[in-house]
């Protein structure tokens, strides 16, 4: 007569053989280039460093060789952060019913508020504070991002990015064209820093 030996329980995957948790497996942005968050970041980045090289020969000197220094230590932390510093990527949360809708109508408003800032500056005359608008605009069309993505970086983004073009536009209205440029630069400057810093917080679950 032989015996049957009961069945094993199954692997628990999130612990190991005993019994302790398994660590979350890390990896670098650099190696995951189509995670969202990764994803998101290069653009980020990308758009960061035009608002930077595009805006700071604008500035006296010797500030333009300023900025470009400090785009270059912004670029080196975003890149450790974001690329090279091994770390436990974030699960996504599933966006929102009509995200897609969101996305279209901010860009659309984006665009509207580029087209309606510089008719408005025109009519003025104070065209050179066009940076200042683009920055109030591409910083209003992230807002909405916050909770149709369930990101809430893009709101700490959005709300920073139209202050500091709030902040130029005013000050260009008092000083020149000079502040709205320095908004820009700044622009660029907190774009790599907040997505430099949202890779490094503790991974979270997403919420339902």
Request: proline share 11%; hydrophobic share 55%.
């Amino acid at each position: 007569m032989t015996s049957t030996r009961p069945a094993s329980p199954p692997a628990d995957p999130e612990v190991d053989p005993g019994g302790h948790p398994r660590p979350e497996e890390r990896s670098r942005g650099l190696w995951s280039p189509l995670h969202p968050q990764v994803i998101g970041a290069l653009v980020g980045a990308s758009g960061g460093t035009a608002f930077v090289l595009a805006n700071r020969g604008a500035l006296p000197d010797p500030w333009p060789t300023v900025a470009l220094l400090a785009w270059l230590v912004a670029l080196a932390g975003w890149a450790w952060t974001v690329l090279l510093r091994p770390r436990h990527l974030p699960p996504i949360a599933p966006a929102r019913p009509g995200a897609g809708v969101v996305y279209v109508v901010s860009v659309a408003g984006m665009l509207a508020g580029f087209a309606a800032g510089r008719v408005l500056l025109e009519a003025a005359g104070h065209p050179g504070l066009m940076p200042a608008v683009v920055v109030v605009a591409v910083g209003l069309h992230f807002v909405p991002f916050a909770r149709a993505f369930r990101a809430p970086v893009f709101g700490v983004l959005g709300w920073t990015l139209a202050a500091v073009g709030f902040a130029g536009l005013l000050l260009g209205l008092a000083l020149g064209a000079g502040a709205a440029a320095l908004a820009a630069v700044l622009t660029g400057l907190v774009m790599l820093g907040v997505m430099a810093l949202d890779a490094v917080r503790p991974a979270v679950e997403p919420s339902a």
